[in-house]
């Protein structure tokens, strides 16, 4: 019998949160889109988050171009599924997140491009759900990008393998907890 | 001021150096002194480690790295000196010798005479060389080997050399004697240059059109080497045509260079100045714009230039100073983008660029104190950076007048500041005495990241990461290379240190001992024992690609990485066929290494990178290396064999148990041969075998959780809540070892006199046989969904061919 322990975090609300339509193009001239999303960061303890969009059931990709936080997590190269970051640059500070996507759907209207609104979920996840998010996008990554990032010239690139986190002690998977806040954002 | 003080006192050992060394000058001579350079008869190019003896042999000396010998005798009536080195026809003069003498030769290259073989013996044979585990490679034969992509490379030739490997497929990195490429010491005229490659180690950053002479020491350092464990890559840039303008320039598929060299009006300065540039931006480009609709350039650039001035100030002193500039460049532009929209259009651009170089400029000060007292003082700046950054704009004519400018930048970089001066002293034929002292001053940059966003709804400007810290470096040093008896000599030295970082001092002192004992006419005797400190880490990423090399100093938490090494050996050559024989065993131990953590990132800058690393680390390295070399002839060339084992042990990785290293490997061999067909056709070839890498790879894999919808999408549209992947469980680390690796390369040279000088074509293939060689091996599922183990190899058969001019 082993006895695990993690502790749920409080929520942590979105204070604001849209999205704006189309604001770039990709290398193959297909049109981004930017969300934005504010929380204010609770000052008393260290916490960690999970930002994560959706577009229907799809997982959209957020590219967080140029914000210090989540580029501080080196994550960016090993393309992680979500953003998990710590607030260890902002801690008690409000916190704003620009990031574009690739639109799963859309099409024109009247000649304006549109697209579905995304939704958005913002998760306060505990610090062994960090760990393990982690090492996750390393582990992945140093297996050759599988699933829907397989990607054979990715092996070039990779590192020596990285165990995955764990907080069994003596065996192999995790016990964690979050709590999340998630919205369907407005388009501005 | 008392605190000032003592944080400046290692300026002081240089300074001191050149007031006490010249009272040297001052003892009588009660012999009588021969002293002089060796140079080449054409280009004025002094010739470093050129023999000069007295007829019969017996006695006899090597020039220094300004191409200076001195020869102390006892009088008589006459004195017969030769003068030889490899590749060149021998000098010989009678000289009274009852007084001392400035005696200098001029010698002329064999391939500017009639027969353009390499011919003659070996003048300063192996055996007689008080030196051991030292590799040299005349940069005329370096570059008749075949290269990959028609670019003749000075480091990758000598992966070809027993106890150096190369790594991985197509990198030019160093790997000597197990230990890794930033225990290397490089040097270009004497000043350490921290990254010495291009394409992230597919090319090394020396134009061989600029170096006079290179050479590779491995195990037996002299005490006047030091700073890190594993070797000494010593690079000499030419002075520069004494005689007259000369240079060539090239095309090739990897690379443009020009070089021009020559004399001053004056007479008494010469110069040299060389360039290259890397073609594959100029591919690339091209490709990027017709790929994405000119919405975007992608490319990856490269220079190195190179800048050498040297001015015979009187028949005694000699100033040189020296540029040096290489860098690479990775970017991707977006091109200003317009996204027509009725509410207003949409604007934006932006840029991605990764650089890395380096910078080097230094001025030395070469002066014949006295026939037998030489010195040269150099003062020098070199910087390492590495810069990784994006920026983007945006702006749209909507009612909100939306505007948004970012940039990121992750920075990371080394530079030092060094004043060193060194002196041979020659009072006897049976001595030859170096010392000197260095200072440095370094500044770290282990990584920094800042952010400037502004938009009309928010602004960020911040900057975080590791401080700058800077660090002092003070080192004495003296060796004697001692001839005992008339069959045994020997280098002994020491070599003391004393390092300062944040208020904590490291220090020690460095014994370096090296013996040759002759056992008949032509073999030799050879043992070596040497201690080595490294007071600076490079954190790099371990995969391969592109290079991410943070230089970081060894500090109170990670302390630096020590060595010993000791080897034993056997010379011998074969006169009558020009045939060098080496065998060398060795056993090294490295202590207080240093990995990247498993779960570490690289740029996050807002973690101490002294909590990114596993310390304490230990590595033993043995190994038994054969080389047979033929220098003259037709046909040249060496057979190279190293049967190695290579260990790592960190408490905190594997279980605390000892592990392969990466790149362990039992079996190393290879195979030289240079080919003088006709006089102006040679014809080369390379082969090289390998025991495959080690790689660590999954017993088992479980499922986990990759990603959830929970209870944040409503059911009708995330009917399924929970994705999952397979995690690997990994067996021990490094246990499972890749397929042999084996590659043939050819090459063919062909030279024409034209009018004002020389073209040369070079055609070559690398990796002839097109094997496809093991990169990596990863798992995936076959046709039937079983999961097999597969192998991708990076390079089938690449032909080339590059042109050259040269006047």
Redesign the interface.
Known sequence: MRHITDTVPVAVPIRDAWF?F????D???E?LGTV?VRFDDPAATANYYEI?G?Q??Q?ITLDP????AI?????SELNP??LVFSD??FNGMPF?L?ASFHPTNGGTS????FTRPP?L?LRAVSRAYY?YR???T???FN??G??DTYD?NQ???????????SNVNGG??VVVG?A?R?VTLPL? | MATASRNNWFLLLPAALCFIAPAARGQKAARVTVSGFVQDARTGEKLLGAAVYVAGGQTGTATNAAGFYSLTLAPQDSLTLTASYLGYQRATVTLAGRQTTAQSFALTADNQLQDVQVTGQVDAPLERRVEMSTLQIPVSQLRQLPALLGEPDVLRAFQLMPGVQSGREGSGALYVRGGSPDQNLTLLDDVPIYYVSHIGGFLSMFDANAISDVRLLKGGFPARYGGRLSSVLDVRLKEGNKQRLSGNAGLGVLATHFSLEGPLPNGKTTFLVSARRGNLDLFSRVASRLSSGGNSVVGYSFYDASLKVSHQLTARDQVFAAVYLGGDRLFLTQKPQTIANPKGDFRYQGESNLRYGNALGSVRWNRQFSPRLFGNVTLAATRFRYENGQSYHSEDDSPAQRSEDSEALFASGVQDVQVKADFDYYPSPAHQIRFGATAVHHVFTPGVNSFTTSSNTAAVDTAFGSRRVAAREGVVYAEDEIRLTTRLSANVGLRAVAYSVNGQTFGGVQPRVLATYLVGEHTALKASFSTMQQYLHLLSNNGAGLPTDLWVPATARIAPERARQVAVGVAHTVAAWGVEISVEAFQKSLRDLIEFREDATFYNSSQDWQDKVVTGGRGQVQGLELLVQKKTGRLTGWVGYTLARNERQFNQLNGGQWYPYKFDRRHDASVVLIYQLRPRITLSATWVYGTGNALTLAEANYNVVEQSYGQELPSNVAKDRYFYQEAELYGAKNSFRMRAYHRLDIGATFTKTVRHGERIWRVGAYNAYSRNNPYYIYYSLDAAQQKQLYQLSLFPILPAISYERSF
């Open positions: 704006s189309p604001t770039g193009t290398r193959n001239r049109l934005v994560s959706y229907e059931s997982f171009r140029g914000n210090a580029t501080a997590e080196d994550d599924k979500s260890k640059l704003e620009r009247n000649g304006v491009p939704r979920v760990q982690k090492s996750w390393r582990h992945l297996q050759g599988k699933g054979l092996l070039l690139f990779l590192g020596d393998p990285s165990a995955m986190y192999y998977g979050y999340s998630s501005r």
